[in-house]
């Protein structure tokens, strides 16, 4: 079963308006980390956010928040007045927790991605 | 400071041949990563490494693949007797920690072609 789900291959976004990427999430462990990340055509990965399982309070970058819905297992990505430069492929990742004091069983399961296009 | 550094950028190669990639972690990162990434595709976990610990194998695909790492510097992962299937983005990724929350920093990959 996958473990990281996100159902938009692909998105359009006017530029200035919000946009909001799924992301949906399959873990037993209660410690989990949620990552996302950019990846411009360029192919680099750029970290963009995170939220912690036992976090109270949504994640915030910048334009970037992270809409974490525990009981529904979801992890949406918002991001606020796009710019033409926020085009590109986005990632949601889960890192799974080994202990409850914060460490993790190392790699991150990634998505298959969306791909995100600003229109001017 | 230097980020995470992959060498080569590109390789072609043969079907049949062997190929090496170099990872050049972040200096002082314990933890390394390999990920692969096919074309259009998300990121697949290969293996991981933290430490002096014994690696995480678990994402390797197969026995023709492996990976080393020199105590917590460079990694060399190696892809025998290639397949047109192991054609992809190989990147590799390095954090302070093995923590949950840590951050991974990626290279800029190393995109292989067998042909």
């Known amino acids: 079963a996958q473990k990281i789900t996100q159902t938009q291959p692909g998105m359009f976004v006017q530029e200035k308006e919000a ?16 990552f996302w990340y950019k990846q411009p055509s360029s192919g680099e990965m750029i970290f963009l956010i995170y939220q912690g399982s036992y976090d109270q309070q949504n ?5 970037y928040s992270l809409n974490f819905q525990k009981a ?18 986005y990632f949601c990742a889960m890192r799974e927790g080994s202990d409850f004091y914060g460490g993790s069983q190392g790699n991150l399961i990634f998505g298959k991605g969306t791909k995100l296009s600003v229109k001017p | 400071g230097a980020g995470v550094s992959q060498s080569p950028s590109n390789k072609v190669t043969e079907k049949g041949k062997d190929v090496e990639l ?15 990434q096919r074309l259009g595709q998300g990121l697949e976990f290969l293996i991981y490494f933290q430490g002096n610990s014994a690696p995480d194998k678990s994402g390797l695909p197969s026995d023709r693949f492996s990976a080393e790492r020199t105590g917590e510097s460079v990694s060399t ?8 299937e192991d054609s992809a983005v190989y990147l ?6 093995s923590g949950l929350a840590e951050e991974q920093y990626f290279g800029p990959g190393t995109r292989l072609t067998v042909t």
Request: proline residues 3%; aromatic residues 8%.
């Open chain 2, 77 to 84: 992962l190696t892809i025998q007797r290639t397949q047109q």
């Open chain 2, 92 to 97: 590799c990724a390095s954090s302070q920690t």
């Open chain 2, 22 to 36: 170099r990872c050049d972690p972040i200096s002082g990162h314990t933890a390394l990563y390999w990920y692969r």
């Open chain 1, 72 to 89: 529904r297992k979801s992890a949406n990505l918002v991001i606020s007045a796009s710019q033409l430069g926020d085009s590109a492929m």
């Open chain 1, 19 to 34: 946009v909001t990427l799924d992301c949906t999430y399959d873990t037993s462990d209660p410690s989990y980390g949620l």
């Open chain 1, 59 to 63: 994640a915030t970058e910048g334009r």
